[in-house]
């Protein structure tokens, strides 16, 4: 599996269809996977955590990183995370806001330190899932973000 990147493209929540496109193509190569990184709202900048704070902190980062992972086969589902800094019971918290995982997805993991790993239903489009993982990313965000993302392509 590749671990350098081999693209990073920036986009707006107001154009997604470079990114579905993407996601298109690493589904039919089944392989590869998408990081994303939010842009923070000036004035927000988050100092870097302290040593003490990252190991005794029962939180992850201030600001989300999201992933979209690739079926592994033909036919497969998806698999998304979302690492943040808002605590436990990350899946309650989404619910509140009209986030509630869709019909078929399947949680793995909703750890405060971890993040939060779901697996996609089979009939969930590429446009749902990235709509629900950035609107969920603003949600679990302990800062306001701007809309603006960083997608780091990696295929394999």
Known sequence: MATTPSSVVEFSE???DPIV???AELTAANAGWINFSPQV???YDTPPRTLFAQVFSANGEKVPLST???PTRAGGRATVGIEHGSGPK???RLAEHDLALPNGWL???DHPRRGLVVVTGGGSSDDDVLWW???SSHTLSVVPLTGEW???VFRG
């Open 21 to 23: 496109d993407l996601m």
């Open 68 to 70: 979209w992972s690739a």
């Open 90 to 92: 990350a899946l309650a």
């Open 133 to 135: 993982l950035l609107a």
């Open 107 to 109: 949680k793995l993991n």
């Open 150 to 152: 960083e997608a780091t």
């Open 14 to 16: 107001d154009d997604l």
């Open 41 to 43: 709202e000036a004035g």
